[in-house]
């Protein structure tokens, strides 16, 4: 996945397809906004066709994907085009400098880190840099609310470079392995853009 150059004029929340003649009801051709537990099958299918060929793992089984956007469906994200889904991320709460295999399943309501589960792109949307588009909109959505400190993730060693073109930085080796697989923690400062959040419309 790469960072495209279209990224800053992604202002509109949505874009709504020209009206036909003769059609009543048409759907934003391009719309974001937070899952519910209705989207957790078609979260689910991404996520498996995205990790499975990959890792073998998936970040998230589905009784979490709908425990987490039950808890706390505002720490999620969707993009939609004509009313499918295309991409997501999914968040949670998290209480510790560092993550543990708690964070994997735990939600922490007075946290002020948001541990960044998964990212997952449908496959015949890939390549397009909507990873990157996303990942963006997400962090300006973050640095919209107050008690947000910091945004957390970790990834496999092959993925650092792509968050680091947002604005991640590295925190050293995770101490949470799955199976075989070893991760890298990474972190944003969400805080620390106290002027872009004054001037963002939050």
Not at 48 to 67: K, M, N, T, W, Y
Not at 71 to 95: H, K, N, Y
């Amino acid at each position: 996945m790469s960072v495209v150059s279209a990224v800053p004029f992604m202002k509109p929340l949505h874009m709504r397809s020209p009206v036909s003649q003769g059609r009543r009801h048409t759907l934003p051709a391009s719309e974001f906004r937070s899952l519910s537990p209705e989207d957790a099958i078609s979260v689910f299918e991404i996520e498996r066709e995205a990790f499975i060929s990959v890792s073998g793992e998936c970040p998230l089984h589905l009784d979490e994907v709908r425990h987490f956007l039950t808890l706390c469906p505002e720490l999620s994200l969707g993009w939609f085009e004509e009313g499918r889904l295309v991409a997501f991320i999914i968040g949670s709460l998290w209480d510790q400098e560092r993550l543990t295999m708690d964070a994997l399943t735990l939600h922490k309501p007075h946290g002020t880190t948001v541990h960044i589960h998964v990212l997952a792109v449908h496959r015949t949307f890939r390549q397009q840099g909507k990873g990157s588009i996303l990942m963006w909109r997400y962090l300006q959505y973050l640095r919209c609310l107050p008690y947000v400190r910091r945004a957390q993730l970790m990834c496999e060693d092959f993925l650092v470079p792509f968050y680091q073109k947002s604005g991640f930085k590295v925190q050293g080796p995770s101490e949470i392995t799955v199976g075989p697989l070893t991760f890298i923690e990474m972190f944003y400062p969400v805080r620390g853009h106290a002027f872009m959040r004054r001037n963002s419309g939050c």
